[in-house]
Every structure is written in C-alpha cells, then in structure tokens.
C-alpha cells in the first residue's frame, strides 16, 4: 500500500511539473534604437514590411500613446532600467566616448536585479549604453546584475558595427562571414530560450538597429530600392541613395537601407516567436516591443508628429508599443491611454507576481490593467527634461510636460513657451500658449515644481556625476 503510494505521489508530481516549471510568466522585452513612430506596418506604414510585428500587433494589445521617458538613448535606458525619471539619475542626454556619468550600480536596483531576486534568470544581449568606460567600467550590464551579458558593447558605438567581423563587440569573436549583426543577436535570443525553458526568464533584447550609421545586407537594400523606384520613379533610389551618400542618410520618409534593417528585426522577431512556440512557452510569455527614442528628424518616419531624436515633440519621445501575451491580452487590442517607459519596471514587477523589496522609488505606474482590459486610475503628468549636456543642442534644450491633453515645452534659449491641445493637435502646429494663459500658468507651475523636485539639471550648469 505505501509502495503504490508513494507512485502515485511520483505520478502527481511529475504530471504537476509543467505547470509549476510555467507558474510565473517569461518577459521579453524587445527594443529598437531610434525606430520612428510610423515605420511598422500597424501604424500605418506602407513601404517597409514588418509582417512579423504586425502580427505581434494583432495577436496582442498596440499602444498609440506610449512615450519614452527621454528623447534619446542613455537617459532612455536609465529610465526603463530604474522606473524613475531620468533627470533623478543625472543621465539626460547621451553619453560619449568622454562621458564621466554612468548609471551606479551601488545606487540603482535595476528592474533586471528585481526579477532575479523574485526568481528570474536574466540576461542583456545587445546594447547598454548607461557606461561607456570600456575599459574601466563602472555601471556596466554584468555590475547591475545581469546573469548573462552577450553581444554588449565593447567600444563606443555611436556609428555603427553591424557586419562581422565585429570592431566594438568583442565579445562575438567568432561568426559567419558577413554575418549581420541584428540576425546574430536573434539567434542569441533563440539560443537562449531553448536553455532556459524550464524555469521563468526576463530577456532584454534591445538592438543596436536602426540607429545610424545605416547599413544592412546589399540584397535587401537593393530589393528596396528597387521597390522605392515603383513608387517614385526609375533611377529615383540611386540618385537619392547612391554610393556618393556614404551614410545613406536622406530627407525621405521611404529610405531603403533604413526599410532593410527593419525587416531584419522584424524577421528576428518571427524566429524568436517561433522559438517560443516550438519550446512551448508562447502562450505563458509576456513579449514586449519598444523604441528609446523617436527616429531620426528627416531621415525616420515618425509619421505627422512633430521633429524626431533629440526633441521634446512628439517624434522624438512618442513611440510604438506592443505588448503579446495570450494568457492575459485580447488579441487585437489598441490603448489609447497614455504611458511612459517608467512604467515597465512596476508592469514587470506585476507580471512577475513581485513586490519591489527594496521599496524603490518609482515614478512609473503598473499598466497591468490595461493589459488586462481594465481601467488605471488617471494618470499624473508626465514630465520630460532635456539639457543637452553631451550634444549641446541649444536650441533642443528643453523642459516638458503632458498634462491630460495639454503638453507644455518650454525652451531654455529664449525662454520660449509653448502649449499644444495634443487631442486636437498632435502635429503640435498651433502654440495656443497666449490664447489659454491659465492653462499655460498652470502647467508652467506644475513643471517648475516638478524639476525643483527631481533636482533637475539646468543647462549650461556643470554639476559633478552622481
């Protein structure tokens, strides 16, 4: 009796394995670098192909209102990496090759930190950028934690290294000749799903694409400007995107080498989903798909909004947001409440049935419930801040804030303020700053107040890395 027992015990368990093994949801999050707001298909795109997203897209929820929590990409990060906004942590614009900033570990738990202490693996593959003393590091991905660190950046990375063999990733030492950068990381990401589906997992993919300088494989560009000649004319892509433009760079919304690495992604994207489903855990994994900043003003599609990268409008803090995860999100899902890139570090905390230990600070809101189909309570402002200290734009120099419809920008160089009724004005055409004096007073107020808050940094002041 006890011998058939105890198998009928051994029977239990191994039947309840499963389950227990899928108990708490994978994460994957994808980010893109500098991918304008209109570049996918499902928002509206009609040159490049990205099946494989869009089908993301209808199989899960598609934001229309998620913004980053900076213009452009270290302070970006920082923001996703802390959940708080990026003027606390001192990293509000890029940093170069010069850069005395990093983010500190020892005073930064790290969302990715978070997860492992609730039972996640974790790893990084692909870009960083919150440390660039390469070989003096001191907030670098494996510092903050991270169990797995693969194809981060060895060198500043700022032009570009998308072909093997790799100058400012040493740590891929060996490949396929010819081997595409963003193909390389998503076998990675493939690699590492099969090795690790027996127990929970938080992956942060984040490419090194589309930031320039542009440049992907020549049988995909040339399929593009081949496409880009139907559309505007014969000859029409060479003259625009000939040899003589090294970097490819054009004022177009249809850039074929743009177009190109897209697609790379987006394929990247299929191979990983299919990973999933092949492993058994597409349904029990929360996949994420992002941008840290606007794409490039003149040479992305960020669609009718406003400039692009390195601006406080709306092309360069607006951006695409996907979110697949069959468990919990109706398929063909739009939500049109507005969230900010602060907000993932709560939201994965809530998947991951976490609390924060630590008692982070947190400036971002879970938006479990709007995964779920249910209201958040009304949001707060969001609020922006852009000093410029690396790339000393002066006319980029920037404060802002969205308030419901209402988003303020004040501009440093000429005390400059500007007011836009985003609901009717999304383009930020018509500065009704001197028709509605209350509602400008007001917000200036709120954003004053909340930069005397977060300690914010004024532009052309030099204050020492913290």
Not at 236 to 262: C, F, S, T, V, W
Request: aromatic content about 12%.
């Amino acid at each position: 009796m006890k011998r058939k027992y105890f198998w009928c015990l051994l029977v239990l368990a191994f039947i309840s394995r499963p389950a227990f093994c899928q108990q708490k949801p994978n994460i994957i999050f994808i980010m893109a670098d500098d991918l304008g707001s209109a570049e996918l298909g499902c928002y509206g795109n009609s040159f490049n192909e990205t099946p494989n997203l869009d089908q993301l897209a209808g199989e899960g929820a598609k934001f229309t209102q998620a913004y980053a929590a900076a213009p452009i990409c270290s302070p970006s990060r920082a923001g996703i990496m802390t959940g708080q906004y990026p003027a606390r942590t001192r990293i509000t614009d890029f940093l170069d090759n010069n850069a005395d900033r990093y983010l500190d570990p020892e005073k930064y738990y790290t969302v990715n930190r978070a997860l492992s202490d609730a039972g996640y693996h974790t790893a990084i593959i692909g870009k960083w950028h919150l440390d660039t003393r390469f070989s003096n590091p001191r907030g670098n991905a494996r510092q903050h934690g991270f169990e797995e660190v693969i194809g981060t950046e060895t060198k500043y990375i700022a032009d570009g290294d998308y072909f093997f063999p790799y100058d400012k990733i040493s740590t891929f030492t060996t490949g396929a000749k010819d081997e595409y950068l963003t193909d390389r990381q998503c076998a990675e990401a493939s690699a590492f799903i099969k090795r690790n589906k027996d127990r929970p997992f938080f992956l942060y993919l984040t490419f090194y694409s589309v930031h320039t300088k542009l440049d992907a494989p020549e049988y995909l560009v040339k399929k593009y400007k081949e496409k880009f000649d139907q559309k505007y004319g014969a000859g029409k892509a060479e003259a625009i995107y000939g040899p003589q433009n090294i970097r490819h760079e054009a004022d177009h919304p249809d850039n074929p080498y743009l177009a190109a690495m897209i697609e790379r992604i987006d394929a990247g994207v299929g191979g990983i989903m299919e990973t999933l489903k092949q492993a058994g855990l597409d349904k029990n994994t929360a996949v994420l798909f992002f941008s840290d900043n606007g794409g490039v003003w003149k040479l992305a599609n960020n669609g009718n909004l406003r400039a692009g990268k390195s601006w406080l409008y709306e092309g360069g803090i607006r951006e695409n947001l996907i979110v697949r995860w069959p468990a919990v999100v109706k398929p063909g899902t739009v939500i049109d409440t507005r969230v900010m890139a602060t907000d993932f570090y709560p939201t994965f905390l809530a998947i991951a049935n976490a609390r924060n230990k630590k008692k982070v600070p947190l400036d971002g809101k879970s938006i479990l419930p709007l995964l779920r189909g249910e209201p958040m309570a009304p949001r707060e402002p969001f609020y922006w801040h852009y000093p410029s200290e690396t790339g000393k734009w002066v006319n980029r120099m920037c404060s802002a804030v969205r308030d419901g419809d209402y988003k303020l920008l004040y501009f440093y160089k000429d005390k400059r303020i500007e007011l836009y009724n985003l609901q009717k004005d999304p383009s930020e055409k018509i500065n009704i700053a001197a028709g509605e004096p209350e509602k400008r007073d007001a917000l200036k107020k709120k954003l004053d107040a909340w930069l005397q808050a977060v300690n914010a940094e004024q532009p052309g002041v030099n204050v020492k890395s913290r």
